[in-house]
């Protein structure tokens, strides 16, 4: 059985159709890519994985369970299993290190002070920032922030990690060391992922599989390698312009 099954799954604002019939399914482990212009519904996708968003039609199923059928309190436990790293890290401004990544922990669940002070070390050092725990945001770096918004989104433990442009903003070499660290995460915590970019050397670290949206349909599907040597002109053009953009420094 897959992880997410997502089953003719549509989502339009006003007369705009942002997604139109879409189907897939990811496997458990999995880390899926997920390309598209901007403005293909590659965001909103992940959105009504979670119901962040509420689809106008389809099914999406995680673990067998439908997610669009759940009363708010079932949905949110359901959300527990789920990891979510917006593009900006979505710090609090006003919390240091070590209270934004309390801050989940605290919400959800009922740890005691010594297991809150061992869950937060334990996060800081598989993200490599120790030193960070007092720091404030304002005093860390972008790729710190990112960092730092991937510890608080693995310290609650999920199943599923959904990734909204995680390297955007970040030179070559952050954003290589960011999409290495996805990797061995996803390795060492056995999550299934779906992670949205442009950045193409971020998906050729990460993506076990790729999609592409047009149209609000999913277009093309398989290995990351065979989608960049395609002569589909579509393609080509597309991630022609991937490879210039992520050259450049612009994710």
Known sequence: MSFIEIKNLSKAFGNFVVLDD???SISETENMVLFGRSGTGKSVLLKCIVRLLEPDEGEVFIEGTNVLNLSIKKLNE???LVGFLFQSAALYDSMTV???LEFP????FNFTRAELDRKVKDVLE???LEEAIDKMPSELSGGMKKRIG??????TEPKLILYDEPTTGLDPITSKEISR????LQKDLHTTSIIVTHDLICAKIIASRAVVLKDGKIRYEGNINDLTATEDPFL???FSGEIVESNNGRN
């Open 105 to 108: 922990l605290i919400r959800n």
């Open 78 to 80: 359901i959300r527990k």
């Open 126 to 128: 598989k993200v490599s």
């Open 98 to 100: 070590r209270e934004n």
């Open 181 to 184: 660290l996805i990797v061995e």
């Open 236 to 238: 080509k053009d597309f």
């Open 150 to 155: 991937l510890a608080r989104t693995i310290i």
């Open 22 to 24: 879409i189907s897939l």
